[in-house]
T-cell receptor, first 116, second 111 residues
Framework: EPEVTQTPSHQVTQMGQEVILRCVPI?????FYWYRQILGQKVEFLVS????????KSEIFDDQFSVERPDGSNFTLKIRSTKLEDSAMYFC??????????????FGEGSRLTVL | GENVEQHPSTLSVQEGDSAVIKCTYS??????FPWYKQELGKRPQLIID?????GEKKDQRIAVTLNKTAKHFSLHITETQPEDSAVYFC??????????FGTGTSLTVIP
């Protein structure tokens, strides 16, 4: 069964450093997402991406964040200058719309980011 | 934006009993309500979903009900088994890109 894959599974970084989290969505999916989950809290939407551009983003997704689909298979989340509060599990997800816009989200296993 | 509240945050039931998890939402335009199960250390996975033109949906031991007027929806698990132990998240969406998740319910099924 096809899966969304994410790397790295865990990254530790110093505050102020840049981090890139990588995802390979399921190949025939059209929409890609990043969510984050701070330990013990809810899963929060960051951004969605369709047709090589951002389609929606939340207030969390400020200028420190960017996304890219550099080569047609990878989907990356970059955090330019990490802050302590960026420590969280970051989930990539993908979906393919069907039936008037309803699509199951398929999540990756997550990348745990720890900012020291 | 949408606000999804989920209760309870933790739930313990004896094996074989039923478990009910409730969510409320604020945006009357939301029309798609999935439930995700996240086992420890694993990714969230869809277990059941319901659209706003339906009041109830069942899949074996799992059912979801939706009350559009009251803006709440519930997950019902009957004949619970130890493998049902996990964190369950409800979510609401307008059928577009953005899914709003509840805070999660940690379900423990005691053998």
């Amino acid at each position: 069964e096809p899966e969304v894959t994410q790397t790295p599974s865990h990254q530790v970084t110093q505050m102020g450093q840049e981090v890139i989290l990588r995802c390979v969505p399921i190949s025939n999916h059209l929409y890609f997402y990043w969510y984050r989950q701070i330990l013990g809290q809810k899963v929060e939407f960051l951004v969605s991406f369709y047709n090589n551009e951002i389609s929606e983003k939340s207030e969390i997704f400020d200028d420190q964040f960017s996304v890219e689909r550099p080569d047609g298979s990878n989907f990356t989340l970059k955090i330019r200058s990490t802050k302590l509060e960026d420590s969280a599990m970051y989930f990539c997800a993908s979906s393919v719309f069907r039936d008037r816009g309803f699509g199951e989200l398929f999540f990756g296993e997550g990348s745990r980011l720890t900012v020291l | 934006g949408e606000n999804v509240e989920q209760h309870p945050s933790t739930l313990s039931v004896q094996e074989g009993d039923s478990a009910v998890i409730k969510c409320t939402y604020s945006d009357s335009a939301s029309n798609y309500f999935p439930w995700y199960k996240q086992e420890l250390g694993k990714r969230p996975q869809l277990i059941i979903d319901i659209r706003s033109n339906v009041g109830e949906k069942k899949d074996q031991r799992i059912a979801v009900t939706l009350n559009k007027t009251a803006k709440h929806f519930s997950l019902h698990i009957t004949e619970t088994q130890p493998e049902d132990s996990a964190v369950y998240f409800c979510a609401a969406s307008r059928g577009g890109n953005q899914f709003y998740f509840g805070t999660g319910t940690s379900l423990t099924v005691i053998p």
